[in-house]
C-alpha cells in the first residue's frame, strides 16, 4: 500500500467515486440532464445550462503556471478554507485522529477539525522568539494519531514568516506519518519564496495558495492545493464533482491576464509601502503600545484599552479586527492595510 493511503482514512481510500458526466463541449450533450437552451439574459460564454467542467484543464494549466509546478499536483478548491475542510475530512477518523495546530493562528483549522470530530492538539508559537515556531515540543507533540500538521507563513494574525529550514525539518521527521499542510495565503507579501519548490523532494509536504489576498479576489473564492499526486488523487475523490461554478471559471481565465500578473508587483509594492508608513504610524498613537512586524497585508497592534481602541474605530466607520479571542492576544487588534485614505481614517480615530 502507498505511504498515502496507510495516512489516509480507509473509507476514503475504498471510496468509489461519483461520476460525473463525461465532459466534452464538442460532443451533443444528452447525458447530463440539463435543459438544452440557455437562460434568456445568459452571457456567459458556456452557457449556464450546462455543467462547468470539473477541475477544468485550462485553469488549472494557469494556475499551475502561475505556480511554478506541474499540473497534476494541483486542486483548484472554492478558496483556501475548502482545501483545508476536505484535507481534515480525507484523512481524519472522528474521535480517533488528531489535527496539531501552531496558536496563534488562523481559525480554520480548528473549525475544520471541530467539524469532523478530529482532536486538536495545540503547540503555542515561541511568543518570546517572534513567533517562531516551537520545534521541539511539536515533534513531541505528534504521536501516532495526528494526521495533518497546519502551519501557516506568514502567520495570520501575527504577520512574521516561519522559517523554511523548520518547517522541512519538521515535513522529514514527520515524513510517511503526516502531512504537513503550510497555508501561504500572504507570501505574496513577505520577502521569501513560496514552499512549492521543495514539493517534489517532500512527498508529504503540502501548499495552499489562494487568489483571496494579493491577487484582489476574494469574491471568485479560489483556492489552489498542491501536494504530491497521490494526494491530489484522494482528495479529488472527496471534493464536490462541481465545485467551482461556470461564472467563476469564465471571470478568473479572463482576469488571471498577463496585464493582471504586471500590475501585481507595483499592488504589492504598494501594500508592503503602506505597510511601513503604519507601522511607524500606528506605533507612535499613544492608545498604542506594540505593532508587530509583518510580512503581510496587516499589521497586529496591542493597545492600552482595546475595547476603546476598537469602540472608536467603530464609531469612525471603520472595521477592524477583533484579535483578542486568540491566545496570548488579549490586547491585540489586527488591522488590514487599505487605499492611504483609508488608513488615515484609522489614524484619525485612533490619534
Ligand atoms: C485569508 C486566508 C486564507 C484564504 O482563504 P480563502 O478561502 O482562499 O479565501 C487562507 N489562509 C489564511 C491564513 C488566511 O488568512
Partial sequence: MSWVST?????????????????????????????PWRGLDDESVAGLNRYPEPQARALIEQLAQLYGVTPGALLICRGSDEAIDLLVRAFCRASQDAVLVCPPTFGMYAVAA?????????????????????????????QQEVKIVFLCSPNNPTGNLLH???????????????????????????????????????????????????????????????ADREVIGLLRKVIAPYAVPQLIL???????????????????EQVRAERTRMQHALSQRPIVTQVLPSEANFLLARFKDPALALARANAAGVLVRDARGYLGLADALRVSIGTRDQNDRLLRAWA
Avoid: M
Fill in 114 to 142: 471541530h467539524i469532523q470530530g478530529a482532536t486538536l492538539v495545540n503547540v503555542p508559537l515561541l511568543a518570546d522568539k517572534d513567533y517562531a515556531l516551537d520545534e521541539r515540543a511539536l515533534r513531541d507533540a505528534c
Fill in 164 to 226: 523554511d529550514d523548520a518547517i522541512l525539518r519538521i515535513a522529514t521527521a514527520l515524513e510517511g506519518r503526516a502531512l504537513v499542510v503550510v497555508d501561504e495565503a500572504y507570501v505574496e507579501f513577505a520577502a521569501c519564496e513560496s514552499l512549492t519548490r521543495r514539493l517534489p523532494q517532500r512527498p508529504n509536504l503540502v501548499v495552499l495558495r489562494t487568489l483571496s489576498k494579493a491577487h484582489g479576489l476574494a469574491g471568485a473564492r479560489l483556492g489552489t492545493l498542491i
Fill in 250 to 268: 469564465e471571470a478568473v481565465a479572463e482576469l488571471l491576464n498577463p496585464r493582471h500578473l504586471r500590475t501585481l508587483p507595483r499592488r504589492i
Fill in 7 to 35: 495516512l489516509a482514512r480507509p473509507e476514503i481510500v475504498a471510496l468509489k467515486p461519483y461520476e460525473h458526466a463525461a465532459w466534452d463541449p464538442a460532443l451533443t450533450r444528452l447525458h447530463a440532464n440539463e435543459l
